[in-house]
């Protein structure tokens, strides 16, 4: 009984199960991108599918990203689910993101490719070195949303004088 219940947790651990244990360093020239930052954005959807998520980096460790970008969470780019999509679901959480280029200016991790929760660890650091900070993002363009304000407030003044007359 006991070595049931120890296969069944070992098999409902993607990571354990499903991944052939590499190195950092083996980790690291796999990835094209390693980075460290945060999730703006999760998709959820209501078909079982891999997730999708929107990331911020802090510092580059190897490669760079350009600003804000797309990242898929499996293998399948936001297909069905698989036992090696990483988890990365919570808004605000920083992650140390290993990424492989997905085509269209996104990127695709799983829970192979060495990604986790939390800065980049020592070993990460001793290896790929402090890295360096990536340029402050650019303020959302909020130009459509003025104008949308601008034509409302111009509504409502030509109402008001029409409605004095």
Request: aromatic share 6%; net charge neutral; glycine share 10%.
């Amino acid at each position: 009984m006991a070595a049931v219940l120890f296969w069944a947790t070992l098999a409902s651990s993607p990571a354990l199960a499903s991944c052939v244990q590499t190195t950092v360093s083996e980790r690291a020239t796999l990835a094209e991108v390693v980075v460290y930052g945060s999730v703006t954005e999760t998709r959820q959807t209501f078909a079982p599918a891999g997730g999708v998520i929107r990331f911020r980096a802090e510092r580059f460790l190897k490669g760079t990203l350009p600003g804000e970008v797309e990242v898929y969470l499996g293998p399948t780019h936001g297909g069905a689910i698989t036992s090696v999509d990483y988890e990365a679901v919570r808004r605000g959480e920083a992650h140390t993101l290993y990424l492989r280029s997905a085509g269209n200016g996104s990127w695709e991790t799983n829970a192979c490719s060495g990604s986790h929760v939390g800065a980049p660890t020592a070993e990460e650091t001793s290896i790929l070195g402090a890295g360096s900070a990536a340029a402050p993002s650019a303020p959302k363009d909020n130009t459509p949303l003025a104008l949308v304000a601008v034509a409302i407030a111009a509504i409502a003044l030509a109402g008001a004088l029409f409605a004095r007359r």
